[in-house]
């Protein structure tokens, strides 16, 4: 398989750490989907109860990748990842072993608090060791991440018939197993010492305005990307009828992800400026939500399953265009991040960066929640064209900044960041 052939290409580091994604987001998804049931259904906890538990993983995650992409940076990236994985694994365990409030905060902040880590940390450690090819090595890492992101539901579906336990004991083994794998195999290099406060660090990257423009242009990617969970799912199932649908909208990315994305970073890689095709990728992932837009005002039940087909098709049709968009744009931006300033702080670049565009991408996302309440009242059309507008802006964002050369135009070569 071309792909397998592409990754043997890589050094063993780089293979681990494709490989680490496919783990990660498998053993992610195998949990987190199928939490808010657990805690509702099984444990009796009220709604308000569910979301502070939902909101502790989350806030701790957005909120501190700044502190691990700083480590990253300070005390090597091999530490941070293994850290950041052995965190996960006790924090999923806690899911699986404890019922009380308490336990299960606890257990929230761990698993957020290693997504913290691991996640700049482990880009840092890929743009070091990628070199000259980041941008294939992100393709890779896209197309892991993708898989990994539909084994890992379905793989939970299956042990659900046993019960939540057996899930997220899964899960923690998945962690443990990366745990491990990561403190054998990853190389250890030492760290250049920083001159100055990790502070000064910070003001450094903050200061930097082209960045931060950037970041915040990526609202839109980062927004669209999360409707591969709400809206379009949501999209399937409203148009069928059918609760099966929705599986069928990361079908579609899965196949599309290992098909063409390789073959779409290669031919773009070599042809034109990066903002070039970042911009596009953004504009087509706009566009994506038009078709969806064309049938989200169907009334009643499809009549028959020739009917169902039908209206199934402009979704399933946006959600190709949406994934073929982010296939386009998501490796030239990760590519591009740690141009924008001194290669010793490529992890501080990529948390700050995290964390600007997460908490934009959650204003994004309560707009579009906003407008799917809104729509249900009678215009179903308002969160497509919504998703729509906010994959312009920032196709026109990032477009503003190229025209007035505030984006690197050679990627930077990464120095070592593993210790």
Excluded at 236 to 245: K, L, N, V
Aim: overall charge positive; some cysteine; glycine content about 12%.
């Amino acid at each position: 398989m071309k792909i397998w052939h592409e990754m043997r290409r890589f050094p063993l580091a780089v293979r681990l750490l494709l490989a680490n994604q496919l783990g990660v987001n498998t053993g992610f998804y195998l949990l987190i989907p199928y939490l808010a049931t657990h805690l509702s259904q099984n444990l009796g906890m009220s709604a308000a109860v569910v979301g502070i538990v939902l909101g502790v993983r989350n806030l701790s995650q957005q909120g501190l990748f700044l502190i691990g992409g700083s480590a990253s940076d300070r005390l090597g990236a091999r530490g941070v990842i293994i850290a950041g994985c052995a965190l996960r694994t006790v924090g999923f365990a806690l899911f699986a072993l404890g019922d009380g409030l308490a336990v299960l905060l606890a257990a929230s902040v761990l698993s957020g608090l290693a997504g913290a880590l691991f996640n700049p940390a482990v880009r840092a450690y890929l743009a070091q060791e990628a070199g000259e090819r980041k941008a294939e090595a992100f393709a890779l890492f896209n197309v892991f991440a993708t898989t990994g992101a539909l084994i890992g539901p379905l793989l939970g579906s299956a042990l659900l018939l046993v019960d939540f336990r057996a899930s997220a004991l899964t899960a923690a083994g998945i962690f443990a197993v990366l745990t491990v794998a990561q403190a054998l195999v990853l190389p250890a290099r030492e760290v250049e010492p920083s001159e100055g406060s990790v502070l000064a660090d910070w003001r450094e990257v903050l200061g930097n305005r082209a960045f931060l423009a950037f970041a915040l242009a990526m609202v839109g990617m980062f927004t669209l990307q999360n409707q591969l969970y709400l809206l379009l799912p949501d999209g399937a199932r409203r148009t069928t009828g059918w609760d099966g649908a929705a599986g069928l909208v990361f079908l579609v990315g899965t196949v599309t992800n290992l098909t063409l994305q390789l073959r779409i970073t290669r031919a773009l890689k070599g042809r034109g400026s990066r903002a070039r095709w970042i911009v596009a990728g953004l504009a087509l992932m706009a566009l994506a939500f038009l078709p969806p837009a064309l049938v989200a005002g169907g009334a009643g039940a499809p009549d028959g399953a020739a009917d169902a087909v039908l209206r199934t098709l402009p979704v399933l049709l946006g959600a190709l265009l949406l994934y073929l968009g982010v296939m386009i744009a998501q490796p030239f931006v990760l590519e591009l991040i740690p141009g924008f300033g001194r290669a010793e702080l490529t992890g501080t670049y990529y948390g700050i960066f995290y964390v600007v565009s997460g908490v934009a991408a959650a204003a994004g996302n309560t707009a579009v929640g906003w407008a799917m309440d809104t729509g249900a009242r009678g215009a179903a059309w308002l969160p497509w064209a919504c998703c729509v507008l906010f994959g312009l802006v920032s196709a026109g964002g990032v477009a503003w900044l190229h025209r007035r050369n505030a984006l690197p135009t050679t990627p930077k070569p990464a120095v070592t960041v593993a210790a």
